[in-house]
């Protein structure tokens, strides 16, 4: 393989950006990854500066994730924006209000079956949302080398693996769902705008991630709440397509490190080292519920699936995603030599903190579940029942 079409050759020292009295404008801060970050970064850092949460509240947003930050730091430190990373004006607006020195960009489509239902949004949002808020950090920043613009990005970008074999950063790009592809597109315009334009980036390709405030779209959230009402467990194809799992404050560390320590310019990939079949993901899930919450204490799913005598009775093979990639891997060696992160959570203690977190917050999980989740739920399970 050549040297890479994903590597910048060139790479900058360490700029003069100090994130622990950075303004940072995050983007998507109200979302699964994003309200994570913020919630790291004020509890488990030295962060002193000013956080501005700038995101647009589409059904994947959330204020109730940081309702204890806001209440805590709102208006001190922390500041909520409504708005669209494609509306120019608001961001140029945001970046002057605030003296905006870092941008943490999490804001984005971010689902693939939603995308494969409805890929106009994705090109919207990943692709012009990304390229505008590009332009609005360049516009504002000029030359100045002390800023930092950090994107989010996904290993899906690099495709699909067969049995064996690893995602490097050097891995040549092939994304094969809508939403990958948007990913895709927007982190090639992010490295054209440091090499055209010398805007300080760094990016990083994250694996599938979970833990608390996860929208129950996504595999884990949706499979335990099936489960603890007794629903069916819906697995796509035979079960056997792989993730690499990693828990999300593991990922929210991983990109302060690369705040702090990383070279401008460079790609970092980001990964669990978890390997798991969707179908054991699941049967651990029911494992740990029957510890957690056994099934003869829970009249709710008794009363739903009463021939049931184990949650893992609830497990249903469903109609196959479109294009669903087989199997993702990521090599996060780099950032582990390169910067010292490295992994807290193994996939039984993290599994084990977000079943007990959706088990304990019952308010949370009722308030997500609106008439626009329900909708969803219907699109996507009426036509895959077999
Ligand atoms: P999410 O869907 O939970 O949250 C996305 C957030 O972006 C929401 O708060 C939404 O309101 C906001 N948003 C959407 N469109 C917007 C727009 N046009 N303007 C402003 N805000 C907008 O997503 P997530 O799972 O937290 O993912 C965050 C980022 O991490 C995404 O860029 C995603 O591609 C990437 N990523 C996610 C995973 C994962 O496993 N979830 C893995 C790797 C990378
Ligand atoms: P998902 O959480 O949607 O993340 P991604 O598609 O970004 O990897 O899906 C994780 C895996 O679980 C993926 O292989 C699809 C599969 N899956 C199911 O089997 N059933 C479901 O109901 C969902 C939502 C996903």
New binding site residues.
């Given amino acids: 393989m050549s040297k890479s079409r994903n590597t910048i050759p060139v790479s900058q020292k360490p700029g003069a950006l100090s994130p622990s009295s950075a303004n940072i404008l995050v983007t998507g801060g109200a979302g699964f990854i994003g309200s994570n970050f913020i919630r790291y970064l004020f509890e488990k850092t030295d962060f002193q500066g000013t956080l501005v949460n700038y995101d647009k509240l589409t059904y994947a947003g959330n204020l109730l994730n940081l309702s204890d930050i806001d209440e805590k730091f709102g208006g001190k430190s922390y500041f909520f924006v409504r708005g669209d990373i494609r509306d120019y004006e608001k961001l140029k607006d945001v970046f002057a209000r605030y003296h905006i020195s870092a941008v943490v960009h999490f804001a984005a489509e971010?689902?693939?079956?939603r995308s494969i239902f409805g890929p106009k949004d994705f090109i919207e949002t990943n692709v012009n949302g990304t390229f505008t808020l590009l332009e609005a950090s360049r516009q504002f920043w000029g030359n100045r080398r002390d800023v930092r613009f950090h994107h989010i990005s996904?290993d899906?970008v690099y495709g699909s693996l067969g049995d064996t074999g690893y995602f490097y950063e050097t891995t040549p790009y092939d994304p094969r769902?809508p939403?990958?592809a948007s990913k895709a597109a927007s982190d090639h315009i992010v490295r054209a705008y440091f090499h055209t334009y010398g805007l300080p980036v760094t990016i990083s390709n994250c694996s599938?991630n979970?833990g608390p405030y996860h929208f129950p779209?996504?595999?884990?959230p949706?499979?335990i709440l099936n489960a603890i009402e007794g629903k069916p467990?819906?697995?796509?194809?035979d079960?056997k397509?792989?993730?690499d799992w990693l828990y999300v404050e593991d990922h929210c560390e991983a990109v302060w490190f690369i705040l702090n320590k990383a070279r401008t310019g460079e790609t970092f990939n980001v990964g669990g080292e978890c390997e798991k079949q969707?179908?054991e993901?699941?049967r651990e899930i029911c494992d740990i519920l029957e510890e957690l919450h056994p099934l003869k204490d829970n009249p709710a799913a008794r009363k739903q699936a009463p021939h049931i005598t184990r949650y893992s009775d609830l497990i249903t093979f469903?109609t196959?995603?479109p294009g669903?990639?087989r199997r993702?891997a990521i090599n996060c060696d780099k950032i582990k030599k390169e910067l010292g992160w490295k992994q807290k959570y193994d996939f039984e203690n993290g599994l084990r903190n977000t079943v007990s977190w959706y088990l304990h917050n019952k308010k949370w999980v009722e308030g997500v579940r609106s008439g626009e989740y329900i909708k969803w739920i219907e699109t996507?399970?009426h036509i895959?029942e077999k």
């Fill in positions: 971010s689902h693939v079956d996904t899906e769902s939403y990958s599938n979970y779209e996504k595999l884990i949706l499979i467990l819906p697995v796509y194809g079960g397509n792989v993730r969707n179908i993901v699941v469903v196959d995603r669903h990639d993702y996507n399970y895959r």
